[in-house]
């Protein structure tokens, strides 16, 4: 393994890291894991309207919280655009580029023309070979790249193959705008070219933008990076991906409870396969990961398949751990600020206590909190709909005759208590269900909860003598 490979996450800070920059961002980490190189991270910000400090906040946090690091500082891409500039002069003194006087209008009508001779080369060079001093006075000049105007821009791309265009297809693109400000695709040659890019891995929304960017390195003479571009995401019915089939922010998933592992493990699995395997440790993810392994076609987001993939990391995750994300996911949640108030060494200890119960049967942190409320209900209990239909007189009479059963017993554990309602069920010629459910309504005010003695074992004798008093027929 050499150190030589560099890969590199650009996103554009125009809004969250939404789904498939955070697949991006994981192939190129795990693609310079795996080659013992490094991932930098470039913040494209050239566009200084849709740039924003909280999108860049939001790409940062989104990162960590997935645990992929990058090496070194942060580069923002508009700070470097001296340096930019300064190759495209370079590229104007070579004679590779050319200063364009065209106006707006003539633009817009050799545009036009184009289009209607059904032309995807859209400017025709006008100022190619025309000499500055015949330019209206006052007018600023674009500076645009000399493209070749015959012969084929060919990509050999590590996932879509050879990929060929024909040079009269393509402009001549501009670099440099009339204000000064360097062009994206300008931009983006420069920076990878100064960073050492060896692997540009990205989505296939890109590949156009490779042909463009290669007569750009071509006309600079630099090697250009290896070329790999991954197909987009798909909604389950093959559509564009939108925000009902998952397209959101890394943050949503987040406060959706899915665990930083389970989304890694997904996401890594939508266009990348290592034989029927579904389920990756991240070491197992480094070892496996190739680049031609990647499909061409677009993978397709599964709802359902994330979540029973998260749900089997929280049934493999520590208890200790679980406790610590139950409790880092409490901002994104409506009642978490109420939950936040009542944990406390106390309730902390029942929860840890809990969670070998309440892991089994949930698939999301969320779950995990809703499947927790018994533990931090305020007395007397919210009682839902569903288990206050069981509270019929007759069970608000069980209800107090299991009370004095429980009260007499002294040494509480779910042995103890188990044994009490065994005994009583027996003495009353009832199956324990019909013990268990009374039991399990007056305790947790729900119709499902852990196993009904962990339950009593978790909520301790003080806790659950007050509930089932709260809701025995007096």
Wanted: aromatic share 8%; net charge negative; charged share 25%.
């Amino acid at each position: 393994m050499t150190d030589s490979v560099v890969t590199r996450f650009a996103p554009s800070p125009t809004g969250f890291l939404h789904i498939g920059g955070a697949r991006t961002a994981l192939f190129n980490w795990l693609y310079a894991k795996k080659r013992g190189g490094r991932m930098l991270l470039r913040i494209e910000d050239t566009d200084r309207e849709r740039s924003t400090e909280p999108a860049i906040a939001a790409i940062l946090d989104g990162l960590k919280w997935l645990e992929l690091d990058w090496d070194g500082d942060v580069i923002y891409q508009f700070s470097r655009a001296a340096r930019h500039r300064e190759v495209a002069e370079q590229l104007l003194a070579s004679g590779r580029a050319y200063r364009c006087y065209a106006t707006a209008e003539e633009l817009a009508a050799m545009r036009e023309k184009a289009r209607a001779e059904g032309r995807t080369r859209l400017y025709d060079g006008m100022w190619r070979d025309r000499d500055p001093s015949e330019a209206a006075a006052g007018m600023k000049p674009t500076i645009r790249l000399k493209a070749p105007q015959t012969g084929e821009t060919v990509i050999e791309d590590q996932v879509q193959g050879r990929v060929v265009w024909q040079n009269e297809n393509l402009d001549d693109l501009v670099l440099l705008r009339g204000d000064g400000n360097p062009t994206y695709m300008l931009a983006v040659v420069v920076d990878d070219h100064d960073m050492g890019v060896t692997h540009v891995i990205r989505g296939d929304d890109h590949l156009i933008n490779a042909a463009r960017q290669k007569q750009i390195y071509d006309a600079l003479g630099w090697d250009i990076p290896n070329m790999s571009h991954i197909p987009l995401i798909h909604g389950p019915d093959g559509s564009k991906l939108s925000k009902r089939h998952g397209a959101l922010g890394v943050d949503a998933y987040r406060a959706m409870g899915y665990l930083p592992a389970a989304l890694r493990n997904y996401l890594v699995r939508l266009g990348w396969s290592h034989g029927d395997q579904e389920i990756f440790s991240t070491q197992e993810m480094i070892d496996a990961f190739d680049l031609p392994a990647i499909g061409r076609s677009a993978a397709r987001f599964d709802f359902a398949k994330l979540e029973s993939l998260n749900g089997h990391y929280i049934r493999q995750a520590d208890d200790g751990e679980l406790v610590a994300k139950f409790e880092s996911v409490l901002d994104y949640v409506p009642e978490g600020a109420d939950l936040k108030a009542k944990l406390n060494d106390t309730t902390r200890a029942q929860l840890l206590r809990a969670m070998p119960s309440l892991k089994e049967r949930a698939k999301t942190l969320i779950e995990l909190i809703s499947g927790a409320y018994f533990i931090f209900a305020d007395r007397p209990l919210q009682i839902e709909p569903k288990a206050a239909a069981l509270l019929t007189p007759e069970t608000r009479i069980l209800i107090g005759q299991l009370l004095t059963a429980l009260e007499a017993v002294t040494d509480w554990r779910a042995e103890t208590t188990e044994a009490a309602m065994r005994n009583f069920a027996e003495q009353n010629n009832l199956k324990l269900g019909a013990v268990a459910q009374p039991l399990r309504v007056a305790l947790t005010g729900r119709t499902t909860s852990p196993g009904i003695f962990d339950v009593l074992a978790v909520l301790g004798r003080e806790k659950c003598l007050a509930r089932l008093a709260d809701q025995a027929a007096s």
